[in-house]
């Protein structure tokens, strides 16, 4: 399945849980990706609806469990940790499967 561009966002180390709002988390489709040597449980958010929600509301994430954002276009995306509270490694990846670039996000940090 050819991607224009995607997104990983990975754990980035063993999360505490956060205290947070009564939400619930989305639960959505999974598909194993293989990212060298480690292979992750990727939740699928593909739509709008699903790639705005995210991790939100997440109190925790397993060490092998991430989410692949996928868009329709080929651009920059930006991603912010509004109501997600646990720390998360993004992987920005092209159409090719290359890693352009990791950015450690902080809990319910609001900037992107």
């Known amino acids: 399945m050819k991607q224009t561009l995607v997104r990983l966002a990975l754990i980035a180390g063993a999360a505490a849980p956060f205290p947070g709002g009564a939400q619930q988390p989305q639960q959505l489709p999974t598909m194993p990706l293989n990212a060298g040597i480690h292979l992750i449980q990727a939740e699928v958010a593909n739509t709008f609806d699903t790639r705005m929600t995210g991790l939100m509301h997440r109190k925790k994430l397993g060490a092998n469990n991430g989410m692949l954002f996928v868009f329709p ?6 991603m912010w940790m509004k109501n997600t509270f646990v720390p998360l490694s993004v992987a920005f990846i092209d159409e090719q499967g290359v890693i352009l670039n990791i950015a450690d996000m902080q809990p319910l940090n609001e900037e992107s």
């Open 73 to 78: 276009d080929v651009a920059r995306h930006c």
